[in-house]
């Protein structure tokens, strides 16, 4: 079925109340395993229409922000989740407490009973904070999705920033990026006082529960089973010694690349002198081409990216009023997966068509599973699909970037190097902010800077807003989904491996993977590596493994993308150094062949002509 022609009604919360009621007594009624079997099936299906109802309205009020029948929907959700999750755990309970534990396990798995375990610790207790949770995330979205800033003359929304923030002249970069800071600034006090006020709830619901902080309790809530804050910790400790001395010195050959002394913070997004590779082309042209690339990768990929186009289950271009960032969801009913994004015009738009669309396969392999609770796995094992599918997708990258493709290959890896110490330090951030529930706004904006310094001691903010340590406010994550970060730079370790593995062997690599997609959520984070044939990012030394080898990748990158095009540009202004004009002129002209063809070389080729007064 078409996205747009999926019926919304709201859902009858007397219905759906009774429902949950009836299901927990006829569990603890029954007489036998098998009786109790069809009553979690049938109550697996129940769910799976009520959670696409939800989702329904939530992706149509992402598409509209403004739409005020689904935001009305949207509050009616948020007062009644809460209380939907807390009947939930009251099943969970009956099914947890069954005794046809054996029976069921045999049945479901044994990860199934885990998932529950991690579900009983809400109880009616928590709705109100929950409710209070809900209500200032949406808070929060709103001022993004409702920002304007305003840079030379025009007005963009947060989301509309990234182009302007990677352009190639420094001064516009500068600017686009004060532009942004100053938005942030502007709005300080209200970021500081809805983000004080979710530390605050998030601590009171957890010491409601019986939880000493909010740590423990959002791990359970995260279904995080086999690991803890600690593991975490020392996961970060590995970071620290691998991949923040790497990033500094992708950092300083960028700095060399770009010819800038004083490399600044709003250098980082720029990889290239003559700009980065964006893609050749518009939303259709990107579609068509993912869709070409799809059908070549494999016949499960083919199929799958032909039913997502066919049945409208994108949204991909920027609009204003359009919620900010990227998702994938699921309408489990329909068995569909549905990808929301803004295109840019940036290789961000291409991230989108691999990534998002890695979340979508493996979420439409798994549409087998019969519980809701297996169609996704947690976010640390959820992230792999999606962030190996950005690099099993590299042989097509030409479609998409031409000439330029080993320009994206090259922003694609160093982002992901890079962006790892960052991902550790907003979770470590995060765990001293729900550690010391009481400390200032102040008091954490200042052990915010601390932390990025000390995962990145070469950061050069040059704004002192950023350098008061408000850099997060920008990161969604760490007002709605508490602890949900690490995740993605554990995915990224694992896809890491998928990369160097397909490097390696394309084939054999591709079936672990799709293995791994079906699986989906039926095991844990650390077996589900297992099942993907990967080495445990937290207790291996993977880490260490693998970084050299992608250092090594990355330098052999940059040498293949500062090919001939940069060569010939530097031996043509050399020459028209030395007078030679005419053999300069024929070097610029290759170089414009090899597809160089920015405002530098043209101006060259300009004062060449002048030079011989032609
Ligand atoms: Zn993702």
Redesign the pocket.
């Known amino acids: 079925m078409k996205f747009k022609d999926m019926p919304y009604t709201r859902p009858d919360m007397e219905k759906v109340k009774k429902i949950f009621k009836e299901t927990k007594e006829k569990i603890e009624n029954a007489n036998s395993a098998l009786e109790q079997i069809k009553i979690i099936e049938e109550f697996a299906n129940f769910k799976k229409d009520l959670y696409t109802t939800i989702e329904i309205a939530n992706i149509r009020l992402s598409i509209d922000t403004t739409d005020e029948f689904y935001e009305n929907e949207n509050n009616f959700f948020n007062e009644n989740k809460p209380i939907i999750e807390t009947l939930n755990t009251e099943v969970s309970r009956a099914i947890y407490n069954s005794k046809f534990r054996d029976e069921l396990e045999n049945k479901f798995g044994k990860h199934y009973f885990k998932l529950l375990e991690c579900k009983l610790v809400l109880n009616e207790k928590a709705i109100p904070f929950m409710q209070k949770e809900n209500a200032l995330s949406t808070k929060y979205d709103k001022i993004i999705a409702n920002s304007k800033i305003i840079f030379r003359g025009k007005e963009y929304t947060v989301s509309q920033m990234p182009p302007l923030l990677q352009n190639s002249d420094r001064e516009f970069r500068k600017e686009a990026y004060q532009a942004k800071a100053k938005f942030f600034e502007e709005h300080q006090e209200e970021f500081d006082n809805i983000y004080d006020e979710m530390v605050k709830v998030r601590t009171e619901m957890a010491h409601a529960l019986g939880y000493e902080n909010y740590v423990d309790l959002q791990y359970k809530l995260l279904n995080r089973t086999d690991y803890n804050h600690e593991d975490v910790a020392k996961y970060r400790e590995k970071v620290l010694k691998t991949l923040t001395p790497l990033a500094i010195k992708i950092r300083e050959k960028q700095a060399e690349r770009l010819g800038i002394k004083d490399f600044k913070y709003f250098d980082e997004a720029c990889d290239f002198k003559d700009g980065n590779s964006n893609p050749n082309g518009d939303v259709d042209f990107i579609v068509k081409n993912a869709q070409k690339m799809y059908n070549e990768l494999s016949p499960e990929t083919g199929k799958f990216f032909d039913f997502m186009v066919e049945n409208e289950l994108m949204d991909l271009v920027a609009k204003p009023k359009k919620r900010v960032g990227g998702y ?1 969801t699921s309408l489990d009913k329909y068995k569909s997966p549905f990808i929301f994004s803004n295109f840019n015009g940036t290789k961000g738009d291409i991230d989108v068509i691999t ?2 669309a890695g ?1 979508a396969f493996q979420c439409y392999m798994s549409q087998y599973q019969l519980l809701p609770e297996y169609v996704w796995p947690t976010y640390d094992a ?2 792999i699909h ?2 190996s599918m950005e690099f099993l997708t590299w042989p097509w990258m030409e479609l998409f970037f031409g000439k330029n493709t080993n320009k994206f290959k090259y922003s694609a890896l160093k982002g992901a190097l890079t962006f790892i110490p960052y991902g550790v330090t907003i979770d470590h951030f995060q765990h001293y902010v729900y550690e010391n529930p009481n400390a200032t706004p102040a008091e954490r904006r200042k052990k915010y800077h601390e932390l990025e310094l000390m995962y990145k001691p070469d950061l050069d903010y040059d704004n002192a807003f950023y350098d008061s340590g408000a850099f997060w406010f920008a990161q969604g994550h760490v007002f709605w989904a508490p602890f949900y970060y690490i995740d ?1 730079t554990l995915a990224q370790v694992c896809a890491f491996q998928y990369l160097l593995k397909y490097l390696d062997n394309k084939e054999k690599t591709l079936k672990e993977y799709t293995t791994l997609c079906k699986a989906g959520g039926s095991k844990s984070f650390f077996d589900l590596i297992e099942i993907g044939k990967l080495k445990n990012p937290m207790n291996t030394d993977i880490l260490e493994e693998i970084v050299p080898k992608l250092e090594e990748l990355l330098k052999n990158m940059i040498n293949k993308s500062q090919n001939d095009e940069w060569l010939y540009s530097e031996l043509g202004y050399c020459l028209a150094e030395q007078g030679r004009q005419e053999e300069a002129l024929e070097s610029y002209f290759k170089a414009i062949e090899l597809n160089r063809n920015d405002a530098w070389i043209f101006t060259r080729i300009g004062m060449c002509y002048k030079n011989m007064d032609k």
């Open positions: 994938c990534h998002e979340h959820a992230e999606s962030m993605y």
